[in-house]
Nanobody, 115 residues
């Protein structure tokens, strides 16, 4: 079994910052990639940022310059640092990990940005 547990969500004012964490545990094989997605109210789930195991990062346009994805290999943890948050960033944020070419989702952590 593989488990992904996110944390770090909450209520923050516009312009504020949050750090989301995702701990991966269980029967781990080879991590091929990690990423964050989000689902805003009434919208489909969308990609936010991705990180390959050789350190390459990619961001969707709304995340560029404001969000940073990183990882701690020793702790099997992936982070999403979010700065300059906007009300439109309000969403449930999900961690996604590809292990041995199989995808796994976390349960999500809710982020609410007030204006």
């Amino acid at each position: 079994q593989v488990q992904l547990v996110e944390s770090g969500g909450g209520l923050v004012q516009a312009g504020g910052s949050l750090r989301l964490s995702c701990v991966v545990s269980g029967r781990l094989g080879t991590i091929n990639g990690m990423g964050w997605y989000r689902q805003r109210p009434g919208k489909q789930r969308e990609s936010v940022a991705a990180l390959t195991m050789d350190g390459r990062t990619s961001y969707v346009d709304f995340a560029k310059g404001r969000f940073t994805i990183s990882r701690d290999n020793a702790k099997n943890t992936v982070f999403l640092d979010m700065n300059s948050l906007k009300p439109e960033d309000t969403a449930v944020y999900y961690c996604y990990v590809v292990l041995d070419f199989n995808g796994y989702w976390g349960q999500g952590t809710e982020v609410t940005v007030s204006s």
